[in-house]
């Protein structure tokens, strides 16, 4: 398993890192923002991960806190005809102060020719 935190934000020392997900990108002017991510591989053919993103920026006087944790699993064939094609289910939920809670479901397949 390989876990990973990894930070963003605005910094004048730094270049400027954010966390760029599935479905926001939390770089907003001065969004501070941390993910902690875990993959895993099941099998050759099975993989998947889990990944937690919690930013926070100001919008005018108002603090706003975002929240997006994303699931994505992918298969891909082994042998045969199919080798090489995957099946992705991709699985976000994302909540923040300036709108509402957001459920989003991706299914992709791919296939390297």
Do not use: C
Not at 58 to 80: A, C, F, L, P, R
Request: hydrophobic share 35%; aromatic share 12%; no cysteine.
């Amino acid at each position: 398993m390989l876990m990973t935190l990894r930070g963003g934000g605005s910094d004048q020392t730094l270049p400027q890192v954010w966390n760029s997900v599935q479905f926001n990108d939390f770089n907003r002017d001065d969004e501070d923002s941390w993910q902690l991510r875990a993959d895993y591989q099941f099998s050759p053919a099975l993989k998947g991960l889990i990944r937690h993103v919690e930013g926070t920026y100001d919008s005018g006087s108002i603090e706003v806190d975002e929240v997006e944790t994303n699931i994505d699993v992918t298969y891909t064939v082994q042998t045969g005809a199919l080798t090489d094609m995957s099946f992705r289910v991709r699985y976000a939920h994302i909540e923040a102060d300036a709108y509402s809670d957001i459920d989003e479901l991706r299914f992709i397949i791919d296939y390297t020719f």
